[in-house]
């Protein structure tokens, strides 16, 4: 009897079948109550009790490889029949939807680059940061309206845990490490407590510049202005500099460039001055550098910052600022070409 439950499997282990009907007459053959497993039951009955449980044993392996190999040939067919009906193998692809940079991506890319040929090279730093990067090293009062909750997000209401306002930290976490001469251009995204609305926004990104070496002056920073705005915008842009005030810099300025949408004859982007500004800059205060570890005496520097929306702004015209953190795919592709 065990020679011809083996006998069977073996047979059984090597079924194939073409297609779903002889697969079904091979299930009816070996698995139905007429089928050969079941009269090899029947036989069992007669098998001597001493060898019952060896026989049994075989013929419940038998049973078990005999109804796998059913439903593999099943599964087989079930599987390739899908695979012939749904293919159809002369259509044409889907396209692949390629994405397309970010206008503000672009802007940062265009502005590193510019600087990068005047030899600065990139540096980065934290968003969450504390008191010392983001305001007292770079000789904010303490009484200083920035520190203020209205103007900052703090973390967990911990004064010395909060979201960078300027990328100007950068230039302390660097200083801190790097010895004179510093040459580095620090893009990244900043924080204030505003409303939002199509002129401001909590966050915002910005470039940070700095200089410092021997003798680095204030006819150095404007030279390296004058070759950014042309390169930024073109060649014929005129900059200005006006007096202004930041506590890390001294003297300040802020920049102006001629309006480079109607080329300085004034339009309502310029409100007719024919001058848009784009920067704050100024001598970095020795009071920074010594704050840092810098030898004020022998070292000196210049620092610049810029808000990558502004340039943005001017350079594609966009009127609303929250255009660039909604994700309309429609805004987004038009800046396809500028890729
Ligand atoms: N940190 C300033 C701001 O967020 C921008 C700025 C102004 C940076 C003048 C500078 C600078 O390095 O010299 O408004």
């Known amino acids: 009897m065990i020679n011809k439950i083996d006998a069977l499997l073996q047979e059984v282990e090597n079924l194939k079948a073409a297609n779903a009907e002889e697969l079904e007459a091979l299930r009816i053959k070996y ?26 044993q075989h013929l419940n392996k038998l049973k078990e490889v005999a109804q796998n190999k059913i439903n593999e040939l099943k599964a087989s067919f079930e599987n390739s029949q899908a695979v012939n009906d ?45 008191d010392w990067h983001v305001f007292s090293s770079l000789n904010f009062a303490e009484d200083h309206p920035a520190r203020d909750m209205q103007d900052t997000f703090f973390i967990q209401h911990n004064p010395d845990v909060l979201l960078r306002t300027h990328t100007s930290s950068v230039q302390t976490r660097v200083m801190e490490k790097q010895q004179a001469p510093i ?10 407590n505003e409303a939002i609305s199509y002129r401001a926004h909590c966050f915002f990104h910005q470039v940070e510049g700095l200089y410092v070496d021997k003798n680095v002056s204030f006819a150095d920073l404007k030279q390296a202005l004058l070759f950014f705005a042309k390169e930024m915008f073109s060649a014929d842009t005129k900059i200005r500099l006006r007096p202004s ?45 010594e704050n840092c570890g810098i030898d004020s005496k022998i070292y ?24 660039f953190s909604e994700n309309d795919i429609r805004f987004l592709r038009q800046f396809e070409s500028a890729n």
């Open 86 to 130: 749904d293919i159809d193998l002369t259509r044409t692809a889907y396209p692949i939807e390629l994405g397309t940079r970010h206008p503000l991506s672009i802007v940062k890319k265009e502005i590193c680059d510019i600087f990068a040929r005047l030899g600065f090279s990139i540096a980065e730093g934290p968003e969450i940061e504390d």
């Open 300 to 323: 000196s520097g210049y620092a610049l910052g810029m808000g990558i929306e502004r340039i943005t702004n001017l350079k594609y015209q966009v009127k609303d600022l929250r255009m």
């Open 31 to 56: 698995l139905s109550k007429k089928g050969e497993i079941s009269s090899l039951m029947n036989e069992f009955r007669n098998v001597a009790a001493d060898q019952k449980r060896e026989v049994g």
């Open 183 to 192: 040459r580095i251009i620090c893009p990244g995204r900043v924080y204030r």
């Open 245 to 289: 005030y930041f506590p890390f810099t001294e003297p300040s300025a802020e920049m102006d460039i001629s309006c480079n949408i109607c080329g300085g004859k004034g339009c309502p982007f310029c409100k007719g001055t024919g001058w848009v500004e784009i920067l704050g800059c100024g001598m970095v205060d020795p009071n920074v550098l």
